[in-house]
């Protein structure tokens, strides 16, 4: 039985992107992406909801984040759900639902300056964790 599992967001970075390394020196680079979307209601009043998702890039994808990317920066990100679990100090169990970033656009005004690679588009292979 065939199966998907795939995510595509635009939004904007609402700080600047969490760097770290693992054990084995691969580049993790964690952002919180927002996403908005309006609507009027019943009385003809603008709404507005905000969707905040975390979104984790490895290796290349990471240093290109870290380097390149900031707190408002718009980009589109493709990539797949992943829950993990883990306990605290009390040992309580929690979950957390991530996105695992696969491709970045970056998009919005901060893309053309001479600090940015020529190609906006980047993929990059999913690392062996």
């Not at 940015?116 to 990059?124: A, I, Q, S």
């Amino acid at each position: 039985m065939a199966s998907l599992n795939k995510v595509s967001l635009i939004g904007n970075l609402g700080a600047d992107p969490d760097s770290r390394f693992m054990p084995d020196g691969t580049q993790v680079v964690t952002v919180s992406i927002a996403t908005t979307e309006g609507w009027k209601d019943k009385e003809g009043v603008k709404q507005e909801k905000t969707e905040w998702h975390r979104v984790i890039f490895y290796a290349g994808l990471a240093d290109v984040v870290s380097k390149y990317l900031k707190k408002g920066s718009q980009i589109y990100v493709e990539g797949k759900l992943s829950t993990r679990k883990w306990e605290d100090k009390q040992q309580a169990e929690h979950y957390s639902t991530e996105i695992i970033g696969k491709q970045l656009i970056m998009l919005g005004k901060n893309v053309g300056k001479s600090a940015v690679p020529d190609t906006t588009n980047y993929d990059d292979a999913e690392p062996s964790l």
